[in-house]
């Protein structure tokens, strides 16, 4: 669990290098792991699947795969386009 309650204090660069990790120990383990990044609030157009599929160099999947290589699962649970404070955003 990674927790910050303001913007840019760097939550998702550190979850970021914890799943690389994730990751690279699972491309040489016998049993490969499966990421799930969940991101509880969003606002704005950018989104964290697509900075991490992009950093990672990973694809992000929506839900689990049975082929034997490792994942990682993005999900946002709740999003508002507009840049505001989830507070602000919900109200609209």
């Known amino acids: 669990l990674v927790f910050g309650a303001n913007t840019d204090v760097g939550k998702t660069l550190i979850t970021t290098g914890l799943i690389e990790s994730t990751i690279v120990h ?3 383990s ?3 792991l499966t990421s799930i990044y969940i991101k509880p609030l969003a606002a704005g157009e950018s ?3 697509d900075f991490l599929s992009q950093t990672l160099n990973t694809p992000v ?3 689990a795969s049975s082929d034997g290589s490792p994942h990682l699962i993005c999900r946002t ?3 508002w386009k507009l840049p505001l ?3 602000l955003g919900s109200r609209i």
């Open 61 to 63: 999947m929506k839900s």
């Open 30 to 32: 016998a049993t490969p």
């Open 47 to 49: 989104s964290d699947e």
């Open 77 to 79: 649970l709740y999003h």
């Open 85 to 87: 404070s989830p507070h």
């Open 26 to 28: 699972s491309q040489t």
